[in-house]
Every structure is written in C-alpha cells, then in structure tokens.
C-alpha cells in the first residue's frame, strides 16, 4: 500500500510539472523529424539508422533519462519533502525500487515506443529495424533511468551533471572516440539492438556478450548505490 503511494505521488510530480511537457515534446520531434524525413531520396535504411541511432538512442534517449531519472527524486530531495517520505516505515531500498519502476516505465512510454512508430514511419516492418532500435531504447532507457536516479540522490546538481553526461559522453565521445564506445550506454543499446535485427545494418563496436552484462551491471549497481545513498540521508535527517 505505501508502495503504491509512493508510485501515485512519484508520476505525479513527474507528469505535474515542467518536466512533463518536455516528455511530449522529445518523441514528439523525434516522431514529426521521421515524417518530414520519409519524403527523402536518401538509402531508408541509412536514414533510418542516423535518425535513431545517433539523434534518437545517442542524444534524445539520454535526455529523456535525464528529465525522467532525475525527476522521479531530485525535486523531493531539494525541497526537503523527502524527509516525510523516509519517515515512513518502508525500507529505503523499496522506495529506490519504486522510483525507478516509475522511471522505466516512463522511459519506455516516452522513448520506446515513439522509436519504434518512428521507425515504422521511416522503414516499415523490414529487417525488423524498427523492433531491433526500439529494443535497444528499452535496455538503454533502463540503464540510463538508473543512473540519472542514482544522481538525483548523490547531488543536488543532478540535472547539470546528467546533461553534461548525456550531451558529452553519449552524442560526442560515445559516438565518435572509438576506446570509449564500450562504456556508453548509447553502444550497448545498438547492440542489443543489432542482435534483433541482424540484416538492418546497425552498426556498433560493442559486442551482446559485452553490452547484456554491462547494462545489468550498470541498472543494478546504481540502484543499488541509490538505496544507499537513501538511507545515509535518514541518518543525517536525525542527526
């Protein structure tokens, strides 16, 4: 029951302010970008990997983790509504667990789904590349919604920290320094990707063998980081 109340206020402050109009407004361009971009001469397959793979799962996905990771906690945190929250008798680690089932599910409804009606408008059902990147939003989203989360806890400048991350790291260094492709979520996500659909030309230096682990390691480790953190907050509210 507290759970459950947790996840009602959680998507309430999430979808009830600033935050949620950027939520429509991400997958909305990223949708209205594949339908001006159907028209062109260009390869569709090539085109449709740019715009899902570099502008979708490289700059779009993670920005949505950002909004959607950060929000789920941060705010709560800043304005020092947390405390109530942590004075309930619930285990900090199910309150982590909450937040970040809101954020996933959230991150798929946002990302997930608008990448895979964007590939259908850009490709249709062929070389299933419109499932393989949608896939590979799924496990990406997860991942990143973890992290931002764990950011939310550890500083109160998450929202700079995980913009600097995800503009930095995923659209610059993850798609163009090819040593560090293999600690970007963006490559794991192409993967994953590439391994549903194997005839649609994704291209990654990252193997499944390497990016499965490391996306679990990843979703785990820093949810687990985030309850942690969480409970160290309960003891300097008490103190």
Known sequence: MLRTTVARLTVRGLLGSRRGLLLLVVPGLLLLM??????????????TATILGQLGLGTLVPLLGVVVGTGVIST???DGSIVYLLAKPLPRWQIITTKLIVAV???WV????PTLLAGLVLYGTKDALAVGYAVGVLVASTAYSSVFLLLGVVTRNAV?????YALIWESVVGNF??????????????????????????STNVGLGAAVPLLVLVTVGAGWLAAVRLAGLTLAAGD
């Open 76 to 78: 709560e945190i800043d």
């Open 177 to 202: 320094v090819e040593g560090a492709r293999t600690l970007s979520v963006q490559q794991w996500g192409l993967a994953v990707a590439r391994a549903v659909a194997p005839h649609g030309g994704i």
């Open 105 to 107: 599910l959230t991150s």
């Open 160 to 164: 700079v920290a995980g913009l600097a």
């Open 34 to 47: 594949s339908v001006i971009a159907r028209g062109s001469s260009a390869d569709k397959q090539q085109l």
């Open 110 to 113: 946002v990302a997930a789904v």
